[in-house]
């Protein structure tokens, strides 16, 4: 629709870029696995076809999806059991 001045176009959404350095950094310092978050990243920035193909408050649950997803993987796969054998 040019009629009301408005225009939709694909951006690039910087989103997936701390969750790539996040893991890159955990793995410098080696203080836990980045696999996850960096899986993360990666689907997150598949996600961003979703802002332009829906809108824009559909990509952002996507997103707060996919990181609390990770984080409570990541999470779950860090913490030992606290069951003695």
Known sequence: MRGNGLRRRPTHHPFP??????????????????????TAAVVALAA?????TLSVAAEMALLTLIV???????????VPDSVDA
């Open 17 to 38: 870029l701390p969750l790539a350095g996040s893991a890159a950094f955990r793995h410098a310092l080696r203080i836990g696995p980045g696999r996850y978050r960096l």
């Open 48 to 52: 961003s076809w979703t802002g332009v």
């Open 68 to 78: 609390a997803a990770a984080l409570a993987v990541e999470r779950r796969a860090v």
